[in-house]
């Protein structure tokens, strides 16, 4: 075997060998696994081709592996897959595919080993490994993925165009793969792929979005968004993102380019978590920028306003996207929008109400909003970066300070809405929602202890202006 595999795959590939050979099938082993394991990279998806039937090899490999092994398959498509321990294993037979213009569903008839290699994306992604008895291990690269992964370049095996138009899909792969394995993309594909873009409508979204969301994950993300910029496909996939991009000139006055400022923020977080929903925030941070610029006579260029309607775009680009509409979606609108909050404590004096706020107001998620505050340092002053971070260090201490006295992370007032209606004798309404906020402020501005009886006494207090009475 010319790959470094663990004895359980070793034991495996065997029995898959096994089995290929009682059914007299020539079986291979092809793809991301193969890629993976020459690449040192960590994989359990096995992709098994063999010249024959891929959902009888299944059931074989299957049984041979006891009784209970489950095959799951999809009679239309010629795959099974069989689960043992960690491993995944994918069977399909050799198939030669011919794509039509209108549609990504092919036409898919039997084929030779080679004609399946010749139908997928890339050359580093055509590598296979036989495991027929008479060269069972033997790496068959007919297209030379092996120099290209030591090369770390990124080819089709066919005419790029052809491959692309093919599954356009492989347009955002080849870009994701760029950007996960620092590979360059050959630039004859590169080129198909500027040429080819726009057929990347045909592809669901949710394919999309699970590509572009691996190319977030990547350890350089910029690599990957920079080249779906420059390739044409950022611009249909994600319109508001180009928006950004430029620098705009007036009286002498440009602004930063906010694209590119955007991508050093990604990569800047992406030093510091695998969070996707934090390199989302990353990314998403100035994305209200486009809407409310302004150039302001005397002053320069403005974007006032740009956290809070970022934070709405939110909301519509995670439904572009069919990204999930629940936590973490607000956890990202909630970072947008606050994401200009800690450096305005830095400018002025800290004082303990407008800490308090801001850990009321983030919750669980200030690490989180900390982390993208840093991250937005793009600075290229070596001074001014130093004097951000120090501010940041000493917004820290004084959350932490406030944190140890006051417990206000996720915090609630100690007087709630039910105490303020049986105080009185009210029902919900809008007077009993006034109380509470202004018992909450008054903590919060450190106007008041934040413990009950100083709040009961408040409550009291303010109840009087509403012309109310305790009942008991
Ligand atoms: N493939 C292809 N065209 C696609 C998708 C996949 O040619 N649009 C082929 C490639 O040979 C690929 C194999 O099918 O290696 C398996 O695909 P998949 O499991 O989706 O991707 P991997 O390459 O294994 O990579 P990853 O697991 O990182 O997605």
Same mark, same amino acid.
């Given at each position: ?33 193969? %890629? ?67 549609? %990504? ?12 290699? !010749? ?35 990124? %080819? ?6 052809? *491959? ?93 380019? !906010? ?19 934090? %390199? ?100 290229? !002053? ?8 120090? !501010? ?23 007087? *709630? ?56």
């Amino acid at each position: 075997m010319d790959i470094p595999c663990s004895l359980q795959e070793r034991k495996i590939l065997e029995k898959i060998a096994l089995a290929a050979q009682e059914l007299k099938v020539p079986a291979y082993l092809i793809g991301g696994f193969v %890629r993976d394991k020459l690449l040192g990279r960590r994989t359990k998806d096995m992709d098994i081709v063999c010249v024959g039937d891929g959902i009888a090899l299944a059931h074989k490999l299957a049984a041979s592996l006891g009784d209970h092994v489950p095959v799951s398959f999809f009679k239309t498509y010629g795959t099974a897959q069989v689960k043992w321990n960690d491993l995944e294993m994918e069977f399909v037979g050799a198939r030669k595919e011919s794509y039509r213009q209108e549609s %990504r569903n092919p036409e898919v008839t039997e084929g030779s080993l080679q004609d399946d290699q !010749n139908r997928r994306d890339f050359t580093i992604n055509a590598l296979a490994i036989s495991l027929r008895d008479e060269d069972y291990g033997s790496l068959l690269d007919p297209f030379n993925g092996l120099a290209d992964l030591d090369a770390k370049i990124i %080819r089709t095996p066919l005419e790029p165009a052809q *491959t692309f138009s093919d599954d356009p899909l492989r347009m955002m792969r080849a870009i994701r793969f760029a950007s996960q394995l620092q590979f360059t993309i050959v630039p004859e594909a590169f080129q198909a792929i500027q040429e080819n873009a726009e057929r990347i409508r045909i592809i669901t979204q949710e394919r999309i979005t699970d590509e572009f969301n691996k190319i977030m994950l990547s350890p350089k993300p910029s690599v990957g968004l920079d080249l779906l910029y420059k390739s044409g496909l950022l611009k249909i996939i994600f319109p508001q993102m180009i928006d950004l991009v430029g620098v705009e000139m007036y009286e002498g006055k440009g602004h930063k380019d !906010n694209f590119y400022h955007t991508l050093q923020v990604v990569d800047n977080i992406a030093q510091h978590t695998k969070d996707l929903w934090l %390199r989302w925030a990353a990314l998403l941070h100035d994305i209200g920028k486009p809407a409310t610029k302004k150039f302001e006579p005397g002053h320069g260029w403005t974007f006032h306003g740009h956290d809070a309607v970022g934070g709405k775009m939110v909301t519509r680009i995670f439904s572009r996207f069919k990204l999930p509409m629940g936590d973490k979606m607000k956890l990202v609108k909630k970072l947008v929008e606050l994401h200009l909050r800690p450096i305005s404590l830095t400018k002025e004096n800290i004082t303990d109400s407008a800490i308090r706020r801001l850990l009321f107001d983030a919750g669980d998620d200030i690490d989180g909003l900390m982390l993208l505050c840093e991250a937005d340092i793009t600075s290229k !002053n070596k001074v001014k970066v130093k004097r951000y971070l120090e !501010n940041f260090e000493l917004v820290r201490a004084r959350m932490k300070e406030v944190e140890e006295t006051d417990r206000i992370r996720n915090w609630q007032p100690p007087i *709630t809405g039910e105490i303020i209606m049986e105080t009185f004798a009210l029902t919900p309404g809008r007077v009993v929602g006034d109380l509470k906020t202004a018992i909450r402020e008054a903590i919060l501005d450190g106007e008041i202890p934040n413990t009950y009886e100083a709040a009961y006494a408040y409550m009291l207090e303010k109840a009087k202006s509403y012309n109310l009475t305790p009942v008991k």
